[in-house]
């Protein structure tokens, strides 16, 4: 294959300008054939001086990429060439910002870090329930479209279980990014989807505090420190980091990762819900972990064994948000309790779940009061209250169960968009009752069923007799 | 070209004759069974019959070490069941069924495949494929892009690294998985005739070897019915519940 350039014709392609030369790779804009997508091509280098992996990162690229379902998250692959004769690889052009153009602002405010983690890691859910683990995360693969979907890019290093992995034996030492890569791929484990929420954690860090969480390490002997090492907490550095965030991005760069969070659905739903956030001694630290416990953590680094992967499909469906929705107008204490043995089913069954407990009240313009008990934020104590009663015979541990007063005149609308924006997997819903005089989702549940991005359940209380 | 792989059918008629189905409807138009045709099961007749038809329209079929036996050449000496229903065959099979088995190749070498029941390394003898080692030396006797072959039961795809080192996979099923003729590749197809991994599902494969992909498959056939003819014939209770469970 000639060297390719500006002007030149690949298989019907032509290649406009060149977009971006990497160690890996060569990207251009394409001029033609004019379709529905503006697109790039990206050209491995191959040939006399260049790394064997390039080739089958190309690989990895074509097979990962053909295999995820279309998806605003990641590039659609149009077209590719013959590996052996004229590799190449066609792919949706992206327009959008870097991740990376944000951090020349960093520190950034804690609000923006959670709109751009929570797009990201939600992006992140998407490419996790298919199987697939991203494992070279890092501010330069990530774009932001105008809608604000986060895009993942650039997926030669990644692994989908359902696929022989071809780099598997080839990376005796770590390719990817060092700043970012978790502890367990130091170790040769590619199969983790928890390994891209370290890096995710990693990023958030320096979104909010400008720095990296464990430098840029230059030798193996200085990249092994994060299999002991904490890093400085965020808010040793920037004080106005909030507790919240601060337990997130710890949570998140756990050393084992079975003490990460369980889901990237779960680290968007607490990005995207921060008052929710349970702090814990994560959140409040100021400083890294004190000499007996770093001894302790050396010495547990020197056996290190990583967490064995999860199997396929079951790490990201057990660990599912599973939002309940509950009436707070009125009483109705057949339904709750129905709904509580509902909730209490699937958490005994699934123990990572996590059970979101969701209201919708009329937004306080519609509803006045003139006692103390009416006014907004007395009458959002008392739904809160309520909810936490509801919850409260679960006996579930603060970490995970959250509670949510939602204003909206539409319930089952606000419902939907709550389910949608935090990648819940499963509603249980009351069944409108008639003849009661409690119609507490006069068709709710019927349009929540109707509409919702997830499985529903109706949950009806037994007939009384 | 669309080549169906089908090893260990151990004289399981309905097992194969619902892979060929599944295999059809895919459009397939190349057949190979990879040795192990006879044994175990209550059908041997039919099999072998089946199977000599395809190979008259050009089918690949190599022997098995069950095949051997059956025809008075052991390899290696088989465990309790096996040697019962391998005498019980030996008193089915008429003498065109033996006169097939008895002309049958051990590896079959056609353009950049090569197709053997166990190991290429050494393929008189019934060595087991179970680890990267094995694989390794069966890939290097081989000598060709593609090894297809059976004796363990369970589908597994090994491809060579390039350390020289081969490494294992356990295929999803269903997913056509990309096998570029640039590395090597071993493909152990799983038993359509005798599943051991607690599936009662009969295994086989179809490779389509122009678009360099190969995907593994499961197909539920009535196993119920070739248990029942197990113990109708008179054979180990043991190997009907086999094929009930899976195990």
Redesign the interface.
Known sequence: MEVPRTGSEIDGFCLGDLLHTGSMASIFRLTGPRGPLPLIMKIPRLGAGER?VNV?SF?VC??VLG?LAQSPHHPTLVAHGD??TTPYLVMEYVDGARLSDWLERAPLPAAEVARLGAALALALHDLHRQDAVHLDLKPTNVLYRASGDAVLIDFGLAHH??????L???L?FPVGNWVYMAPEQLLGVRCDPRSDLFALGGILYELTTGRLPFGKPTSHRELRRRLFRDPVPPRALVAATPEWLQEIILHCLAIDSRERYASAAQVAFDLANPAQVAITELGTRLRPSGAVALVRQWLRARRFEPAPCPP?SIPVERAPVVLVAIGTRHTDEPLFEALREAARRLTRALDQCRVACVTVVPSSATLRGDSEEDTATGRHIKYLVTLRRWAKPLELSEERVTYHVLESDNTAAALLDYARLNEVEQVLVGAARSGTGLRLFPSVAAQVVAEAPCSVTVVRPRAET | MMLALFADIHSNLEAVTACLAHADALGANRYAFLGDLVGYGADPIPVLDLVERYATSGAVVVLGNHDAAAVGRPSDPLRANAATAIEWTQAQLGSKQRAFLEQLPLTVREGNALFVHASAAAPERSIYITGPGEAEKSMRAGNAVYVFCGHVHEPQLYYMGGGGRPMPFRPVYGTAIPIGVHRQWLAIVGSAGQPRDRSTKACYALADLERERLTFYRVPYDHERAAQKIRAAGLPERIARRLERGV
Request: proline content about 11%; aromatic content about 6%; glycine content about 0%.
């Open positions: 064997a089958i690989e074509r097979m295999a590996v052996e279980s359902h696929y022989p992995d071809l598997a034996e080839e005796r396929p």
